[in-house]
Every structure is written in structure tokens, then in C-alpha cells.
């Protein structure tokens, strides 16, 4: 219906979700029309690890990218991510696209015993550690992609879209309705033209949908973004609730753009997958 390409998050961090179903989601999926799968990553939350889950995605899929929409970095040892990283790259043929920023919640930084303040100067020398590590260093395994997986870096300050263009392969930005993606990938573009980046970058989008239970997509969105305050009610009125949104949604940010829209499940019903496959069709 549309250039933008779609992908489907997993059910990482949902209530009612069984870990053991993760693998049926992620073979359903595979059978389209969506073309990655996407995880977010919280430390303090009863949720999934992103990039376990990933791994598990990979082992009974074939075709679908693998995305993390995004990784907190700064969380997490750089060496330690570059190999986690490789080895799902490796693992998957080379499918893995890694999504990384700092993250919103102060406690996720206490829970690993990682500094606060200083978290965007140890984000960018963890993105160029990654860079070195991948391109050929004692720690292995090389990645299945040269020069190491797709890196998109996330965000919305000045800082941010200045470390997409000098360390990554584009941007992705952290939701919302269509207008704020064309305003954020415009910064993005004009970040790639500063740093004299060839071409440009890529763009990457991502929204929540709840298209089989819409009253617990939205208790869900409020309590996943309690730390926000009043903005949670805000995030929760943006879900996704008809297929009727879902279609004016991808139309929007195809207009503005968007190489790649995740649709994230505010819900862990596996219906949910079927009915965004209906409003895709």
C-alpha cells in the first residue's frame, strides 16, 4: 500500500505474554507482510531481553530483519555489546539491524551500576568502540556484514542526530504521529549534510498498535511509560487501535518518508498480528 516498509515488534514486554510463545510470533510474522521484527529494552520492567529475544526470533526465521528499537547502550560494556551483537549477526546471516540511544530512566543506569551524567560522551566512545571491535579486533566473532550490523542511533537532541551521522548507518526515532517523524528526519538529513556524509541516512519509525484489546494496549502504554508522568496519557492516546488508523498511520509516514516503520503490540494476544495483517493487505 505504500513504499515504507513495515515491520512488527515482539511481544517482549507485555502483560499476560508467555515466553513461550515468542517463537510462534515470530514464524507467523515471517509469513508476512511485515518485513522486520523489533524489541524495545527496559532494565527495570518485567520484560524480555532484546537481544535474547532477537536470537530466539532468529533461530526459526529466515527472511525477517532484526531490529532493536533501541538498545540501551550506555547500560551495557561496549566490548560486551559488540560481541552480543556480532554473534547475533552472525547467527542470523547477517540480518541483525541495532538500534541504540541512552534510554529515558535514571533507575536503568542505577540497576547496572552505570553513571548517569556523563551517559551521551560514553554512548558516542561506546559507538566507535563497537566500530573498531567490528572491523577486525581480538574480540570476535567477525559479523556476517563487513564493517559490522546495520547501527541506527536514536534520540531527539541536537547531540543525538550529530552521533547518528558520525557513527551510524541512520536514525531511528522514538515514535509519534507522522508529522513529528518528517520534523525529526529532516534533522537527521541535515545532520548526515553537516557531517558530510555521503547519501543519506537511514530512517527508521516505530508506533504501537492494539488492534484486538485496545482498553489493555492503552493500560499497558500507561504503565510502561508511568515515568513520563502526565505524558503517558498522551503516548497512550496515540496507539493504534483500527485498522482504518493503522492504514492513515503507515500512509503518513510513508509521506514523511520512513525507510522502515516497526509496529510495536501493545498486547500480547497473537490475534494481534492477524489483524495487522488485514490492514496491511
Request: proline share 6%; aromatic share 6%; with cysteine.
Amino acid at each position: 500500500m505504500s513504499a515504507v516498509r513495515i515491520g512488527v515488534g515482539l511481544p517482549t514486554s507485555t502483560p499476560n505474554r508467555r515466553a513461550t510463545e515468542l517463537t510462534d510470533w515470530a514464524v507467523r510474522a515471517e509469513l508476512g507482510p511485515f518485513t522486520s521484527l523489533g524489541v524495545i529494552d527496559r532494565l527495570v520492567y518485567d520484560s524480555l531481553d532484546p537481544l535474547v529475544a532477537l536470537t530466539a526470533a532468529a533461530a526459526v526465521t529466515s527472511r525477517l530483519r532484526l531490529v532493536t528499537m533501541v538498545v540501551i547502550g550506555p547500560v551495557r560494556p561496549a566490548a560486551l555489546l559488540a560481541k552480543e551483537a556480532a554473534s547475533l549477526d552472525a547467527l542470523s546471516g547477517g540480518r541483525l539491524t541495532l538500534g541504540v540511544s541512552l534510554g529515558a530512566r535514571r533507575d536503568d543506569y542505577d540497576a547496572a551500576g552505570a553513571s548517569w551524567g556523563d551517559r551521551g560522551r560514553r554512548l558516542s566512545d561506546q559507538l566507535a568502540a563497537m566500530r573498531e571491535i567490528w572491523e577486525g579486533t581480538t574480540i570476535g566473532p567477525r559479523p556476517a556484514t563487513l564493517g559490522g550490523p546495520e547501527l541506527l542511533v536514536g534520540g531527539g537532541s541536537g547531540p543525538s542526530f550529530a552521533r547518528a551521522a558520525r557513527y551510524a548507518d541512520g536514525y531511528v526515532h522514538g515514535g509519534g504521529p507522522p508529522r513529528a517523524f518528517a520534523s525529526a528526519a529532516e534533522r537527521a538529513r541535515a545532520a548526515w549534510t553537516d557531517a558530510d556524509r555521503p547519501g543519506g541516512p537511514a530512517l527508521w519509525g516505530q508506533s504501537y498498535t492494539a488492534l484486538s484489546d485496545p482498553d489493555a494496549g492503552e493500560a499497558y502504554l500507561r504503565h510502561y511509560y508511568a515515568f513520563t508522568g502526565p505524558f503517558a496519557e498522551r503516548i497512550a492516546a496515540g496507539l493504534l487501535t483500527t485498522e482504518k488508523a493503522v492504514r492513515e498511520h503507515v500512509a503518513g509516514y510513508a509521506g514523511a518518508g520512513c525507510d522502515e516503520l516497526v509496529l510495536l503490540p501493545a498486547t500480547s494476544d497473537p490475534a494481534e498480528l492477524d489483524r495487522l495483517a488485514d490492514a496491511l493487505s
